[in-house]
């Protein structure tokens, strides 16, 4: 396939996300959407990938991907994503200090990431501080609006390309409210075991921002997916799993209370 470029800032969400597979030691396997988040403390960068607590718990071995790069002058990639493992990986993990928040973050150590930069030609394109809608960036919006979110349902996507499922709906609760005063809210979109991780955004095509950083439009980051409702039906003895137009997702903000934790992280393992 042609090289390809990114031409407006949803086709720019595609390099974000990554299917994340997580192996046990005893062969038991499961999938999980992450995407890719830059923290920023004192002008050095780490980056990181944003998933809930449950898809990182109880591995002992995972393998993400990163799209490779043909001109990130001209925003040029190819449809190949440069797969990799990372083993007991869960000394890299950083987890929300709130148990009821379930938010993580696998840290990309730069001496693991650097070498496969340079030696496949990849570029992370990743969430950054600017593009997080935090409680009072929301205020400028309606309680309630499109969203529009990626991912991988059932190991689920476009093999041949290396591209994600994008799905469109709505919120179902202000992510402004916050509900039941806890830091989620809930969303009108299918939701299927693999779509946990997977990132949240508000779709609004009058309200693109540009950030500060490059003074591109970016979507706005409202929420992380962590959970659907579902109910199990048995039927002739086969238990069949029917699941509901609807989700919770994690507020946003909460990405930035990782921060500290993953750079004390950084240090203590230089």
């Given at each position: 396939?042609?090289?390809?470029?990114?031409?407006?800032?949803?086709?720019?969400?595609?390099?974000?996300?990554?299917?994340?597979?997580?192996?046990?030691?005893?062969?038991?396997?499961?999938t999980g959407t992450g995407f890719y988040h830059k923290f920023e403390k004192n002008d050095f960068p780490l980056?990181?990938?944003?998933?809930?607590?449950?898809?990182?718990?109880?591995?002992?071995?995972?393998?993400?991907?990163?799209?490779?790069?043909?001109?990130?002058?001209?925003?040029?990639?190819?449809?190949?994503?440069?797969?990799?493992?990372?083993?007991?990986?869960?000394?890299?993990?950083?987890?929300?200090?709130?148990?009821?928040?379930?938010?993580?973050?696998?840290?990309?150590?730069?001496?693991?990431?650097?070498?496969?930069?340079?030696?496949?030609?990849?570029?992370?394109?990743?969430?950054?501080?600017?593009?997080?809608?935090?409680?009072?960036?929301?205020?400028?919006?309606?309680?309630?609006?499109?969203?529009?979110?990626?991912?991988?349902?059932?190991?689920?996507?476009?093999?041949?390309?290396?591209?994600?499922?994008?799905?469109?709906?709505?919120?179902?609760?202000?992510?402004?409210?916050?509900?039941?005063?806890?830091?989620?809210?809930?969303?009108?979109?299918?939701?299927?075991?693999?779509?946990?991780?997977?990132?949240?955004?508000?779709?609004?095509?009058?309200?693109?921002?540009?950030?500060?950083?490059?003074?591109?439009?970016?979507?706005?980051?409202?929420?992380?997916?962590?959970?659907?409702?579902?109910?199990?039906?048995?039927?002739?003895?086969?238990?069949?799993?029917?699941?509901?137009?609807?989700?919770?997702?994690?507020?946003?903000?909460?990405?930035?209370?990782?921060?500290?934790?993953?750079?004390?992280?950084?240090?203590?393992?230089?």
């Open positions: 396939m042609e090289p390809f470029a990114i031409r407006g800032p949803i086709d720019e969400l595609m390099f974000l996300t990554t299917l994340i597979k997580v192996e046990q030691d005893n062969g038991k396997n499961w980056y990181c990938v944003i998933s809930n607590k449950h898809v990182f718990n109880d591995g002992d071995s995972c393998e993400i991907g990163i799209r490779q790069c043909v001109s990130e002058k001209e925003r040029m990639f190819s449809n190949k994503v440069v797969n990799f493992g990372i083993e007991n990986y869960s000394q890299f993990i950083v987890n929300h200090p709130d148990d009821k928040i379930d938010i993580a973050c696998l840290v990309l150590m730069p001496d693991l990431l650097e070498p496969i930069i340079e030696k496949e030609k990849i570029s992370i394109w990743g969430t950054e501080k600017s593009t997080i809608a935090s409680q009072d960036r929301l205020r400028d919006f309606s309680l309630f609006f499109n969203i529009i979110t990626l991912g991988y349902p059932l190991g689920i996507y476009d093999k041949n390309n290396n591209v994600p499922i994008y799905r469109k709906g709505f919120t179902s609760t202000s992510p402004v409210l916050s509900y039941r005063s806890e830091k989620h809210f809930y969303i009108d979109i299918p939701i299927f075991p693999g779509c946990s991780g997977s990132p949240v955004f508000l779709f609004d095509k009058d309200h693109i921002p540009k950030t500060d950083v490059d003074n591109r439009h970016r979507m706005l980051l409202i929420g992380v997916i962590s959970q659907t409702f579902s109910k199990q039906n048995i039927i002739d003895e086969t238990t069949l799993c029917e699941y509901y137009d609807l989700g919770i997702a994690v507020s946003a903000e909460t990405i930035f209370d990782l921060e500290n934790d993953v750079y004390d992280l950084f240090n203590n393992m230089k």
